[in-house]
């Protein structure tokens, strides 16, 4: 029985994933980008920043910078074995990960507006890429950058 509940899963997960990478595929293209950039992870951040008109440095604040503190965190934690220096360093992940949640935001809203789209659209991007990112590529939407 939990076979089948697996097997559906892995399922429903391959369908989303191969949808969300369709509709970057589109709408990379849309923006003359390679679209084979939507299956090369990280690139693919790179040139979503790139359509939205931001730097690709971004990439080092959204992904890099929050997993460096924890691991900061934890290393100093192990050879230290103090506990606040690890809670300092950890809640200064939290930071950065947050700041990289807000910097993200931000590229999607003007990676939206780019694609004549408003904020609204941009928090559905945000919140419900696998409704919102097809009906970008698949729509009649036509890249014009702000």
Request: aromatic share 20%.
């Given at each position: ?23 970057a ?20 951040v ?12 971004w ?88």
């Amino acid at each position: 029985m939990y076979m089948v509940f697996l097997l559906l899963y892995i399922l429903c997960a391959l369908t989303c994933m191969g949808v969300i990478i369709a509709s970057a595929w589109v709408a990379f293209s849309k923006a003359r980008r390679p679209g084979w950039a939507s299956i090369v992870p990280v690139y693919n951040v790179i040139v979503f920043l790139d359509i939205a008109g931001k730097p690709w440095w971004w990439v080092l604040i959204i992904f890099v910078a929050p997993f460096a503190l924890y691991f900061l965190g934890f290393l100093l934690f192990m050879i230290l074995l103090s506990f606040m220096v690890a809670m300092i360093f950890y809640g200064l992940g939290l930071v950065a990960s947050v700041g990289g949640l807000v910097l993200s935001i931000m590229a999607a809203i003007t990676f939206a507006k780019n694609y004549g789209f408003g904020i609204g659209f941009a928090i559905g991007l945000v919140l419900l890429p696998m409704v919102f990112l097809p009906y970008l590529a698949f729509g009649d939407a036509e890249y014009q950058p702000v």
